[in-house]
Nanobody, 126 residues
Framework: QVQLVESGGGLVQDGGSLRLSCTAS????????MGWFRRAPGKEREFIAA????????LYADSAKGRFTVSRDNAKNTMYLQMNSLKPEDTAVYYC???????????????????WGQGTQVTVSS
């Protein structure tokens, strides 16, 4: 079993930056892909970014490209999401998730992820 805890959310102004962290416990996740998703008010949860087990492969949603960077530190069992140039439409609850697979294709598919965190709120004011 894997427990995931997100942190780093908060209130930021339009154009600001935040760095989210996702720390895993209960099991080493260094062999598994990880991803970030978000759910905006009144919308479905959507894919934002993913990273493979080694950190050498990443995948981004169009909305995140050029502004967000996903990374991981396997020694700390932690994944990060650096978010720059934030916009009000980025306001959402951000979730991290872990796949129990080395396989990276399909990383934008929520159904491929076995474990989820509780989420952290990000609010971008205009």
């Amino acid at each position: 079993q894997v427990q995931l805890v997100e942190s780093g959310g908060g209130l930021v102004q339009d154009g600001g930056s935040l760095r989210l962290s996702c720390t895993a416990s209960g099991r080493t996740v260094g062999n598994y892909g990880m991803g970030w998703f978000r759910r905006a008010p009144g919308k479905e949860r959507e894919f934002i970014a993913a990273i493979n087990y080694s950190g050498l492969s990443t995948l981004y949603a169009d909305s995140a490209k050029g502004r967000f960077t996903v990374s991981r530190d396997n020694a700390k069992n932690t994944m990060y999401l650096q978010m720059n140039s934030l916009k009000p439409e980025d306001t959402a609850v951000y979730y991290c998730a872990v796949r129990t697979s080395l396989y990276f294709p399909g990383a934008d598919n929520q159904g491929k992820y076995a474990y989820w965190g509780q989420g952290t709120q990000v609010t971008v004011s205009s």
